[in-house]
């Protein structure tokens, strides 16, 4: 006699989501958020071996942070007020079998890895500094915010439609940064600073700090959006995660004329605008998906009525 | 003053995994899982529109199952023995920005979507019968098998190292799925039975069936494998599952280079016989990532000592 | 003062096409053509070092051949009756930065290349012999076969919608490949012959002979094909090739329906039916762009009117 | 008795290359080149059907240019000294089936083609204008400058390592653009000007424009370099052009780590430095090769000795 296995009801994922919330907070709010680094603050030295120190859970995040009265179909505004280093050091590593230019688990080749080599910064003076050649400005930014996706409880290595781990340069101090309300609470966290990074983050490890992120949230009710977007004094901007990489550019672009529609743009003429005074720079190259930037000046996005 | 948010001590992720198992199996037990199709049972009729009716949680799947013993590093052997549908019809449907040949949410475009339409099929004589030139055998296979991934939560759309929506006609009777244990227990979870399925699953949409699917597991104790594999009574395949589809490709061959060092292949002539003897076909072309299927026949994989 | 360049008149190619022909065929003739190897014949022993050996003039092809009576919008098909070695001996190799599992010239990585290897293989019994492993079944097709573009000469590396280095075994002895008259007289062109090769010619580097190769040539007047078709007793079948891979898919898929339309098919179940019973490998996953083969057997295409 | 057809000797490609050229140029020599626009100058209203005017012969350019003294291994040197427009207009236009988010021929799906459409542009005032909402200011750059590749005749709408149809706004007045010499006069050609292009081209048709273009053109004897490479005052930058996307950014990257080496860098002081502060940008997500372009300021590459 065989067992027989029913699912009791028809329920549609195997898998349940997230955790309980760490912190409830109003929209208008400001909060100051402490994050680890990338390593989870377990590299301190250039002696260190990482992969032999760090295990499968990378890139520890600050959350989920429950925002009240957030539902389903809302936007959550994100103004990233500050962000200031909680130590004097940032931290990169050559990873192997990890990076831009190397066979990794997901384009893997039969080569050998490369050299791993961690490399140690003080922050100084609004500088990270390795050595004469290695030193780079301070110009912070949050490599990973997002809000929680609506029926996955993905990575936190891995970037999407709900924000994660885009590593893009421009969620940083003095813009916002809008994200998808999927759940109610919205479950927004963050955390995988960066003293600075280059487009790409090429190797895959930027300069990884532990901080003090100062927030503010609010809520746009009953707006929703399908892309994280990202406003500065002077631009808009859409985030699109995908492989390949021009699944990531279309998807940037395409939202990117989505919310040129909605400030009242003809879909083919927002077309033709980004053609010829669209950006679209790399993110990253290096994480689960790519993530591209594409933006327009609001010079040219504003229209006047 | 702002309010202060501080994790309470180091997490690593921000969201947790899993649900209570619906059953608990002994390895050598054979059981009969039932699965609905993935469209949730809810498409019944040539005048249904999916669209409207379907919502974000599809391809629900039976599981997880709790495998008795099975602790990470772990393989699970699944035999598949046999697959009954559980009525006399399958349903495959084109779905507005889903499938092979259209944009999608990934690969976006600004052209119209293509027309939606449901095909019915009864299920009569071994054959899946729509009309006189869609008329296809029947070929039954899992659409999507599986365990839990190690820490994220995914959706039951994804396939990956995990196994899940691979999509690939070899998991079907007669052989034997090897997938990774990540989690105690495995999680094991099935479903999305097709009654046949070019190579590719074109439109997005198989031959859609609900099913009583015979398994039988066994446990492989401290053997860890990075990717599902399958033995058929002839051949050895690994399943490699990414994007771009090189990336399925290149995982595919590279996990099976191991699989026959496994078996005492030196690593070069492994690469220099798959070159000349190895097949390679696209299990899907439309799902979250891709499918890719790479075998060796036993008769040249098998080293005599 | 300036001197100044001027195009005299409107020209829109910079470069000129096309050597002269090396013969003129009439449709209907049978001829033999003789190829020398991928190599150019140069590796004959597995001392031999191919990245000192090989310049940039690889994959040396026989042609132009004039097809007499061919103009643009015609389709060239061409019989494969026979492929027979002109040598006993086939080779293969592992070069350097060239191959699906290793960083190449177009997929950059950090990493060191993977050793330089040659195997040398005995044509004998209807086998080619390399060892008592690395022994496999004579399975021989041109790896190359083409016609020229319309307004490029490029390289014999590349596969593309002219035919070219696709590398895709279904070009053998029995079957008809139809090829696009782009310019007048074809200039139809083969080499490459394979002894053998698995799906993807994994190294880059199939069972590479020199051959006699027996074919005739039909015309089809007036018939315009975008892409390559094959045609065995069996199946249809249509290559696609670019990069990324999915891209050389859907345009396999694609073309494929596009030939099911001329045989009477309503788009929508063209799509349908593959959906649930088309084939798709993986030819190449090692040329300038990838090839892929998308099938449908004659039994489900071929309409009863 | 079957007529045989052997080659007369072996001889390595099918295809012949380049033709006369149009100009002998002296290296230090400046000179004025006259460009007519992408479309050959054929577009000249916006009731003008681009698809029933242009043939296959698209993005004319002038040349080729002999350098004398330039032989293969040998690098060019391109001065871009002005760029002037020589009528008053600018052209643009949604074409079907081409483009940045449309279903093209190489990424084939089954939608409809987007809606044709002309945009002219007046040249006024350092502004090209369609209308209020569309008018953009003077930053004329050669979509199109590059060399002849060592063995191909490829389309003029095909970028490379040759350089070729980039369109990355870089190759712009000020700037330097060198290019590797693979045969002997280097065989120089440009075109494609455009009054101005966002980051990728987005709908595949910049600004476009005919023009008088100053150049002066230096010889680097004995100095090769795999991929073009661009100097601002301010900047160093190589052009990847590949398929998928991101092999595009490998090859950018990878190549200005070469650059970086040949400045005194060690090869993983650069990887780390481009991680930190390197720039990626794309310059065209639309032709048969996408085009990003790596970049590293002045500031950081050049070493104090």
């Given at each position: 006699?065989?067992?027989?296995?029913?699912?009791?009801?028809?329920?549609?994922?195997?898998?349940?989501?997230?955790?309980?919330?760490?912190?409830?907070?109003?929209?208008?709010?400001?909060?100051?958020?402490?994050?680890?680094?990338?390593?989870?603050?377990?590299?301190?030295?250039?002696t260190?071996?990482?992969?032999?120190?760090?295990?499968?859970?990378?890139?520890?995040?600050?959350?989920?942070?429950?925002?009240?009265?957030?539902?389903?179909?809302?936007?959550?505004?994100?103004?990233?007020?500050?962000i200031?280093?909680?130590?004097d050091?940032?931290?990169?590593?050559?990873?192997p079998?990890?990076g831009?230019?190397?066979s990794?688990?997901?384009?893997?080749?039969?080569?050998?890895?490369?050299?791993e080599?961690?490399f140690?910064?003080?922050?100084?003076d609004?500088?990270?500094?390795?050595?004469?050649?290695?030193?780079?400005?301070?110009?912070?930014?949050?490599?990973?915010?997002g809000?929680?996706?609506?029926?996955?409880?993905?990575?936190?290595?891995?970037?999407?439609?709900?924000?994660?781990?885009?590593?893009?340069?421009d969620?940083?101090?003095?813009?916002?940064?809008?994200?998808?309300?999927?759940?109610?609470?919205?479950?927004?966290?963050?955390?995988?600073?960066?003293?600075?990074?280059?487009?790409g983050?090429?190797?895959?490890?930027?300069?990884?700090?532990?901080?003090?992120?100062?927030?503010?949230?609010?809520?746009?009710?009953?707006?929703?959006?399908?892309?994280?977007?990202?406003?500065s004094?002077?631009?808009?901007?859409?985030v699109?995660?995908?492989?390949?990489?021009?699944?990531a550019?279309?998807i940037?672009?395409?939202e990117?004329?989505?919310?040129?529609?909605?400030?009242?743009?003809?879909?083919?003429?927002?077309?033709?605008a980004?053609?010829?005074?669209?950006?679209l720079?790399?993110?990253?190259?290096?994480?689960?998906?790519?993530?591209?930037v594409?933006?327009i000046?609001?010079?040219y996005?504003?229209?006047?009525?």
């Open positions: 006699m065989i067992r027989e296995i029913r699912q009791p009801g028809t329920h549609s994922f195997v898998f349940s989501p997230y955790p309980e919330p760490i912190a409830s907070v109003r929209p208008g709010e400001t909060v100051a958020v402490y994050t680890i680094d990338a390593f989870g603050d377990l590299i301190t030295s250039e260190d071996i990482p992969s032999k120190i760090l295990g499968n859970h990378l890139n520890p995040q600050t959350g989920p942070i429950f925002i009240e009265g957030a539902e389903p179909g809302d936007t959550l505004a994100v103004h990233i007020l500050d200031e280093p909680t130590r050091w940032a931290v990169s590593a050559h990873l079998n990890f831009g230019l190397t990794t688990g997901l384009t893997r080749t039969l080569n050998e890895p490369l050299p080599k961690v140690m910064y003080r922050l100084e609004k500088f990270a500094i390795h050595n004469e050649r290695l030193k780079f400005p301070w110009r912070p930014f949050l490599g990973t915010i809000t929680a996706p609506e029926i996955e409880a993905i990575s936190a290595l891995a970037p999407g439609n709900h924000g994660g781990n885009m590593d893009v340069p969620t940083k101090p003095g813009n916002t940064v809008y994200l998808p309300v999927c759940v109610e609470g919205g479950y927004f966290f963050t955390g995988d600073c960066h003293a600075g990074q280059g487009d983050e090429l190797c895959g490890v930027a300069l990884e700090i532990a901080a003090k992120v100062t927030l503010k949230f609010d809520l746009i009710k009953g707006a929703s959006i399908a892309w994280p977007r990202i406003e004094p002077t631009e808009l901007m859409v699109g995660s995908a492989r390949p990489m021009e699944d550019a279309r940037a672009y395409a990117l004329i989505e919310w040129m529609m909605e400030l009242g743009w003809d879909k083919w003429e927002a077309y033709q980004l053609t010829q005074i669209g950006k720079y790399v993110g990253n190259m290096v994480d689960t998906n790519y993530s591209l594409a933006k000046d609001k010079a996005a504003m229209l006047s009525s």
